[in-house]
């Protein structure tokens, strides 16, 4: 049967069902309900053994929770091309293109990376995300770019999953964002969460949760919600005086919509991002009035998973996969580059 691996740190006093809920990864769609509904079945199994009592106290250690079979697959296969930039008997590496939407949900019951999976790897990916999840160990946001492993094997699963919660998985992404990561800033220095580290690196620390108001949003708070940790660095600045940027993001956790949340916490909003970005135009005169009018017409958040890094769950192997920039980014990039004066 499949089972999913959560470890309780020390310290933690919650209730059971809630701790399990906050610490399991996103893609395993544990809620407190579904949750509530394994514990009553006996399919939950702690420190001390098997745990019944969803409103028990939390122990430390190590908890299994056995999901149970798959439910039948609803999604579809389809031929969808695919750039594949590994792909071996336990997982398959993908570079996604923005655009693609990575499962079936409501609203996009097709022409996703799941589908397009189906096709490819027929029946052999892991059961452990369920029905609409087959496979699936961490995700990116629809018009994000960039790479992302998919796990073939339950074993594979697991291990994969057991490094994104504990965060030895190595996840890097490139940025194109309003304003300027400065350690000399003292509006920087003033806001609740940052903090800079040696290099001028940007540390960003806080809950994220759900919006109070528009539940496809998530929010930054410091009392509720899943804690969550970006460093951002200042690749290359542009304009005069600087107001946009490249930035490499890492991420520590990794949460629904991290990193735009917490540049915009920063006031760091991204390139195109409908959502997060905010009302920020950029300045002509600063920029460029063809740099200004490339940002304000870009169509996504200007986002990319660059670079992704873990030990193979199965053979103990460390594999590092790196993706260039996508050519709208780089497009964008070296019309920035090009300075209020225009190519030199």
């Given at each position: ?283 002509a005169k600063a920029l460029g009035a063809q740099a200004a ?52």
């Amino acid at each position: 049967m499949p089972e999913i691996l959560i470890h309780v740190p020390e310290g933690l006093s919650d209730r059971l069902d809630k701790a399990l809920a906050a610490l399991a990864p996103e893609e395993a769609a544990l809620s407190r309900s579904r949750l509530a509904k394994l514990i009553a079945e006996g399919a939950v199994f702690g420190p001390s053994g098997a745990v019944t009592d969803g409103k028990s106290k939390v122990e430390p250690g190590e908890y299994a929770i056995d999901i149970g079979e798959p439910e039948p697959l609803e999604a579809q296969p389809e031929d969808i091309p695919l750039v594949i930039v590994h792909e071996d008997a336990d997982l398959i590496v993908i570079d996604k293109p923005a655009g693609m939407v990575v499962h079936p949900a409501p609203g996009a019951p097709n022409g996703t990376l799941v589908n397009a999976l189906l096709h490819h790897c027929a029946d052999s990916l892991s059961g452990i995300g369920g029905a609409a999840r087959p496979g699936i160990v961490h995700r990116i946001d629809k018009e994000t770019s960039g790479l992302l492993v998919v796990a073939k094997t339950d074993r594979a699963h697991q291990g994969l999953a057991k490094q994104f919660a504990d965060h030895s998985a190595h996840r890097r992404y490139l940025a194109l964002a309003h304003g300027l990561i400065d350690p000399a800033d003292a509006r920087l220095r003033g806001l609740p969460g940052l903090a800079f580290e040696a290099g001028g690196i940007l540390r960003i620390t806080t809950m994220l949760g759900r919006h109070p108001s528009d539940r496809q949003r998530q929010a930054v708070s410091f009392d509720r919600g899943r804690h969550a940790v970006t460093r951002a660095r200042l690749v290359e600045a542009f304009g005069a005086p600087p107001s946009a940027m490249l930035v490499e993001c890492r991420l520590e956790t990794g949460r629904t919509h991290q990193i735009r949340v917490h540049m915009a916490h920063a006031g760091l909003g991204l390139v195109g991002d409908p959502v997060y970005g905010g009302a920020r135009r950029p300045s002509a005169k600063a920029l460029g009035a063809q740099a200004a009018a490339a940002m304000l017409a870009f169509p996504r958040q200007a986002l990319h998973a660059a670079e992704l890094g873990f030990e193979h769950p199965v053979s103990g192997q460390m594999l590092t996969f790196a993706s260039p920039l996508p050519p709208d980014m780089a497009a964008l990039l070296e019309i920035l580059r090009t300075g209020p004066d225009g190519p030199s």
